[in-house]
């Protein structure tokens, strides 16, 4: 089966980092657009970031701009989202999915593939 498998998650008080990875199983990111997509309790899932292939340009929600920064490893076949100063209202479930080839021109518009079953990112005060 096709997907990723997340890790990285945990607690961390607010102001804190984590480095959450995105290992791909089953096919190879080289060619995708990669993105990092996070669904709190009771909220519609939000697209955090997305980085293209080729020339790695990237892509964040103005929520996190500044704070988080997404970085991928085509040879690991594995993408990163490195998560920092980080506050309550960025607790959820991350998940990263391929949405589509080349650019994310238009990543959130895009199908999203290949989800992971995601991991648990609980910041506290």
């Known amino acids: 089966q096709s997907q990723f498998v997340e890790s990285g998650g945990g607690l961390v008080q607010a102001g804190g980092s984590l480095t959450l990875s995105c290992a791909a199983s089953?096919?190879?990111?080289?060619?995708?657009?990669l993105a990092w997509f996070r669904q709190a309790p009771g909220k519609d899932r939000e697209g955090v970031s997305c980085?293209?292939?080729?020339?790695?340009?990237?892509k964040y929600a103005d929520s996190v701009k500044g704070r988080f920064t997404i970085s991928r490893d085509n040879a690991k076949n594995t993408v990163y989202l490195h998560v920092s100063s980080l506050k309550p209202e960025d607790t959820a479930v991350y998940y990263c999915?391929?949405?589509?080839?080349?650019?994310?021109?238009?990543?959130?518009?895009?199908?999203?593939?290949?989800w992971g079953q995601g991991t648990q990112v609980t910041v506290s005060l």
């Open positions: 999915a391929t949405v589509g080839w080349g650019r994310c021109d238009y990543w959130l518009s895009q199908h999203a593939d290949h």
């Open positions: 980085i293209s292939s080729g020339d790695g340009s990237t």
């Open positions: 089953g096919f190879t990111l080289d060619y995708y657009a």
